[in-house]
């Protein structure tokens, strides 16, 4: 059983998102991922994350998939990161326990820009890294369950 990626990216916070991409891949490649079995998708904002996801899921292909969410969500002086936050996260949640996929998470929150970096510019570290892994991890034990 192959297994694909598909990290479907919110393009707000550009030099943040730069770092979790490339993070993320670096991580999946340094697991013996291979490129081809990468797909990247990018939208306007975290909200259409888990619209993007939902719309491939509904496509039906028949590839073996798990979905990376990324994005960089930044508190203000609203509370409008926070229901940002909170409504993609259930929503990722949601799709994902109604359509039997995994999707990983990693749409990072902060109370500011220097944390933000923090968590998604660097190298092994950053939440980016961490997504990598965790797919990588659970496409192996659903793997291993089918062998």
């Not at 990626?5 to 490339?22: M, R, T």
């Not at 490129?35 to 306007?44: D, L, M, P, Q, T």
């Amino acid at each position: 059983l192959e297994m694909y990626y598909h990290l479907v990216v919110s393009e707000f916070n550009e030099e943040l998102i730069s770092g979790l991409v490339d993070n993320t891949i670096n991580s999946l490649i340094d697991s013996e991922i291979k490129k081809e079995n990468i797909e990247v998708s990018y939208v306007s904002g975290a909200y259409e994350i888990p619209q993007v996801i939902s719309y491939d899921i509904s496509k039906g292909k028949i590839l073996p998939k798990i979905y990376i969410a990324l994005g960089a969500v930044i508190d203000g002086e609203t509370n409008h990161a926070q229901m940002i936050i909170s409504s993609t996260g259930k929503a990722l949640l949601d799709l994902s326990i109604k359509n039997n996929v995994f999707i990983i998470n990693e749409i990072v929150g902060a109370p500011s820009y220097k944390c933000a970096y923090i968590r998604c510019v660097g190298n092994k570290d950053t939440r980016g890294w961490y997504a990598g892994k965790a797919a990588v991890k659970i496409a192996s034990n659903i793997i291993s369950n089918y062998e």
